[in-house]
């Protein structure tokens, strides 16, 4: 059955959303914010191994949210899109949101508890 060109970007979408779905990817996203990046800097910066760095770095390249530029042997990552970063900073005040209001709830069980 041929899918439908609505059903596609929802495949895509999701997809986008799979590859923010690991918080190292995340963080690999804001560290480029600050421009190309090569993938030993970022494995350092993050505190992981540069293979872990570099298998994270294909999801978000395959995804389409970074590209990659060698110059010599060394490879730059960096953002393809900047405005991923708005959609993290909305979802980062979504979770705010959310833990201020189960912060409120556990005040008030503290309350009734007493």
């Known amino acids: 059955m041929k899918r439908s060109f609505v059903e596609e970007i929802h ?3 999701a997809e986008l ?3 923010l779905a690991d918080p190292k ?3 690999m996203l804001y560290a480029l914010a600050k421009g190309p990046t090569p993938v030993g800097d970022l494995a350092e910066q ?3 191994r540069q293979s872990n760095a570099s298998q994270h770095l294909a999801v978000l390249r395959d995804r389409g949210l970074v590209t990659a530029e060698r110059s010599g042997t060394t490879v730059f ?3 393809r899109y ?3 970063l708005q959609a993290l900073d909305l979802l980062r005040g979504v979770l705010r949101e959310r833990l201020e209001e189960n912060q409120g709830h556990v005040n008030r069980l503290m309350e009734i508890a007493r």
């Open 11 to 13: 495949q895509l979408h």
């Open 17 to 19: 959303c799979q590859a």
């Open 25 to 27: 990817r995340i963080l």
């Open 46 to 48: 993050l505190g992981i």
């Open 77 to 79: 990552y960096q953002l």
């Open 82 to 84: 900047p405005a991923v």
